[in-house]
């Protein structure tokens, strides 16, 4: 398996951070961090995991989310 991609999706708008998601785990065998900045790439992304069976650990520090996938 690959190592943990890190996706930094930060000041982009959705649907963007949910494509650089899917392309990072894609290719890297179902194993992201993405970075955002806002709860709705937060929501969208935590879908678009739930409908792959992916899990979602998800952190705030300073207006920004960590959003580990595997």
Do not use: W
């Amino acid at each position: 398996m690959a190592d943990q991609a890190t996706v930094d999706a930060r000041g982009r708008s959705c649907p963007e951070p949910v494509i650089m998601t899917k392309r990072a785990l894609d290719q890297n065998g179902n194993r992201a961090m993405v970075l955002v900045d806002n709860q709705v790439a937060v929501d969208n992304i935590t879908r678009f995991a739930d409908s792959r069976g992916l899990k979602v650990l998800v952190k705030e520090k300073d207006g920004d989310f960590e959003l580990t996938i595997g």
